[in-house]
């Protein structure tokens, strides 16, 4: 069975927010469909929000507007939200149990950063056994030396080995 992973879609990615990333409003709208096509057809979506409890938090801090998942891809009843404190959304989030529970073996992944949360989860999931799909189109990526390149880079790596890149 196939389940869709939406990665840290929160707030503070978005204008206004602590950390805006070139590119989350394409990419949110992007995953809103993707979102949608899941919900149609009744397969598994899961939420991961990421909180920044440590002291010195420049963003995702704990009971912020910021932290919150945004509106284009708001969990509905029946979603499952994890909370994740680290970037691999498999690290202490009993994301894998729930996917096993499930009988989840290929995993949809959309979200943000292309090049950190995205990136480290792939890689896990694909040691832990799943088949991967990334919807690069629904993802954004820090623009650390120009946002396209960085998400360009991250997502050729990531197809080379740990996922298949959706068409």
């Known amino acids: 069975m196939k389940a869709l992973l939406l990665i840290d879609i929160q707030n503070d990615y978005f204008k206004g927010g602590l950390f805006p990333l070139a590119g989350i409003n394409r990419a949110a709208g992007n995953a809103q469909r993707l979102l949608a096509r899941f919900r149609e057809e009744g397969l598994p ?13 420049h ?3 704990p009971d912020t507007k910021g932290s919150e998942i945004h509106a284009l891809v708001r969990p509905i009843a ?7 404190h680290y970037p691999n959304s498999f690290r202490e989030t009993g994301l894998d149990a729930l996917l096993r529970e ?5 995993l949809h992944v959309a979200g943000a950063m292309t090049n950190m949360c995205v990136d480290t989860t792939i890689r896990a999931g694909f040691d832990l056994g799943y088949r991967i799909v990334l919807h690069d189109k629904a993802c954004a990526a820090r623009g650390l030396f120009g946002t396209k390149i960085v998400h360009l880079v991250s997502v050729k790596t990531l197809g080379s080995v740990f996922a298949e890149i959706a068409k």
């Not at 979506?45 to 938090?57: E, F, L, N, Y």
């Not at 029946?78 to 994740?84: F, H, S």
């Open 45 to 57: 979506v899961i939420h991961i929000k990421h909180i920044d409890a440590r002291a010195g938090a």
């Open 102 to 106: 499930l009988s989840v073996d290929e």
């Open 59 to 61: 963003f995702f801090i």
């Open 78 to 84: 029946g979603e499952t939200v994890l909370i994740k």
